[in-house]
């Protein structure tokens, strides 16, 4: 039989059944008991290299790896370069012809990579390859992301600067339930793990070549029904602690103004200064803001209307002070998620298979380096985080669906495999979800790997089809969104205390006939311009300060614990 002037190889499949195949209720649907012929195409750099091949040819496409094929041809007498093959462009194209009707289909698309010259026969053996990592690493970083999408993190994985692109790919491929392969045509994409609830093509009784149906089962130690995951976010918490306090001469009767201080000049006595004030608020460790101060008026020729002048050269001398005192520090917290993503099975104690991961998320910023030293000018009472919601969100997010990712693909290492005439084959890619009932088998799943040997000695053109099932181990269960934790130290921290209402600071003055100095009593001391006591009292100003709360400065460590229900998909596998 001639085909465009060609010979063509046949091979018949008979079907099992011995009668007719009924007309497919759907063009999904392979038909048995038909025949067909076929014949191979191969270009290479664009020129037909068909008539020159030897022993046929060979392809392997399986999901998330780069294709090959393989290839010999005999080159007539004269000089030979096997190296100049490398990198020429090669596709192998099947035509078959069934009932009168010719197609032609796409087998592989790729390039030369390593040529093999015999020279006892003239034959140059070609190892080819779809070349999907060098496609992939000469993308730009958005490309990648645009072409496989997913999650990523700098925090999960490494700064993609200076790094592989197709290592980046991969990162992004991790946090997904998809392959990243090409199609026939070396065009790259991303596929589904998750079979379709319809399937594209079925394969009925007596579609398939005898004996070859094969199920491979993976053993229930390998299939990971549980995974525990620690995200760690560590942060600086800038706390500031503001106290209020607040003093006036006891001799000015409460009343400010010069009204006050012609009460207080009565009965004069030392006063305290601007400079003592802050003086005694840098010994806790304060800086003064927020003070208002009620001076000593200066000079004046008759201030209080009884034709006494009034001389004063120093201008921070008080009659009294309202003033607040901060103190500022960074407190470290560190927020430790505990997440566990498990399937049914997974979520009983006994039966567990584990996997961990831990990822750490440290937020530096020059503004807690810098916020103990740099000068206090005012701000309100307690802390602000330097937290960067952003990056704690997405560093988690992405860790959960790397381990999602990962706990889907541990439970589709069933693999149903069978072979078929190439003819029956066309059309099949490895985005395809295919259904087999076959030889005892019925089995639903999303196609992993499509490989063909094509030999036109024996006339048998063979593809062999893999698909992935995907079932859970015990019952499939409930499932849960991957929500992200909302923050756990965001509202549950102590407070640094500091008090709302001013602390009133007492006076005491040595005058004949009153008590003797208390050294432990905070506020102004000093002595009566006239008719002091016995002794001299120490012109000073002390303010009290409350002690910093150990649960606000030491590192504060808070953990969460998070159960995400995971369901399996429950894929058709039935065994006769």
Excluded at 175 to 183: E, G, I, Q, V
Excluded at 377 to 397: K, P
């Amino acid at each position: 039989m001639l085909l465009n002037g060609e010979p063509l190889n046949s091979i018949e499949l008979n079907s099992d059944t011995g009668s007719a195949t009924p007309a497919p209720p759907d063009p999904g649907y392979v038909l048995a008991g038909i025949g067909y012929v076929w014949l191979d195409r191969v270009l290479v750099g664009g020129v037909d290299v068909s008539a020159q091949l030897v022993g046929g040819i060979d392809y392997d496409r399986e999901e998330g790896a780069a294709a090959v094929g393989g290839f010999g041809i005999y080159l007539p007498p004269g000089p030979v370069v096997p190296s100049d093959w490398i990198g020429r462009t090669v596709t192998f194209d099947y035509i078959t012809t069934t009932e009168g009707v010719t197609t032609e289909a796409r087998r592989f698309t790729g390039v030369i990579d390593q040529p093999e010259w015999n020279s006892e026969v003239r034959v140059l053996n070609c190892e080819c390859s779809d070349q999907l990592q060098q496609r992939v690493e000469a993308l730009t970083v958005a490309q990648v992301d645009a072409l496989v999408g997913g999650t990523w993190s700098a925090d999960v994985f490494e700064p993609v600067d200076g790094r592989s692109h197709w290592d980046y790919a991969l990162e992004r491929l991790s946090s997904r339930t998809a392959a990243l392969d090409c199609d026939v045509f070396g065009v790259p994409r991303v596929s589904s793990w998750y079979a379709k609830p319809a399937p594209d093509f079925v394969f009925g009784p007596g579609t398939t070549i005898d004996q070859s149906v094969q199920v491979d089962l993976a053993p229930a130690r390998a299939i990971t029904n549980r995974v525990e995951l620690e995200v760690s976010f560590r942060y600086s918490r800038l706390w500031q602690r503001n106290e209020s306090y607040s003093w006036v001469h006891p001799e000015t009767d409460g009343t400010g103004g010069i009204a006050g201080f012609c009460n207080w000049r009565g009965f004069p006595s030392e006063l305290p200064t601007i400079a003592m004030i802050e003086e005694s608020a840098a010994g806790n460790g304060q800086t003064v803001i927020g003070a208002q101060y009620y001076k000593l008026p200066l000079t004046m020729p008759n201030p209080c209307g009884d034709g006494n002048p009034w001389i004063n050269r120093f201008g921070d001398l008080l009659l009294g002070a309202d003033w607040t005192g901060a103190r500022r520090w960074v407190q470290t917290v560190t927020e430790t998620y505990r997440m566990a993503l498990a399937t049914e099975a997974g979520q009983q104690v006994d039966g567990r298979i584990v996997q961990r991961q831990g990822y750490s998320v440290e937020i530096e910023n020059e503004q807690a380096e810098q916020w103990e030293q740099k000068p206090i000018t005012g701000g309100s009472g307690g802390f602000t985080d330097l937290n960067d919601e952003a990056r704690r969100a997405l560093a988690i997010n992405c860790g959960l669906q790397v381990s999602h990712a990962e706990l889907i693909a541990s439970h589709r290492e069933a693999t149903v495999t069978w072979q078929v005439p190439t003819s029956m084959a066309l059309g099949i890619d490895l985005s395809h979800t295919l259904e087999i009932n076959d030889q005892g088998v019925r089995a639903r799943g999303k196609c992993r790997r499509i490989s063909g040997t094509h030999d036109p000695d024996t006339g048998l053109a063979i593809t062999t089809l893999s698909i992935a099932v995907m079932r859970p181990v015990g019952a499939s269960g409930a499932n849960d969104a991957l929500v992200v934790p909302p923050r756990i130290a965001s509202s549950d921290s102590p407070a640094a205390g500091g008090d709302a209402i001013p602390t009133i600071l007492p006076t005491q003055i040595s005058v004949f006939g009153g008590p003797d100095y208390d050294p432990e009593l905070d506020g102004f001391s000093g002595n009566a311009d006239a008719g002091g006591g016995p002794s001299q009292f120490p012109r000073d100003m002390v303010s009290p300060a409350a002690e910093i709360p150990t649960a606000v400065r030491d590192e504060r460590v808070v953990t969460g614990d998070y159960l995400y229900r995971v369901a399996i998909p429950t894929d058709l596998l039935e065994l006769d």
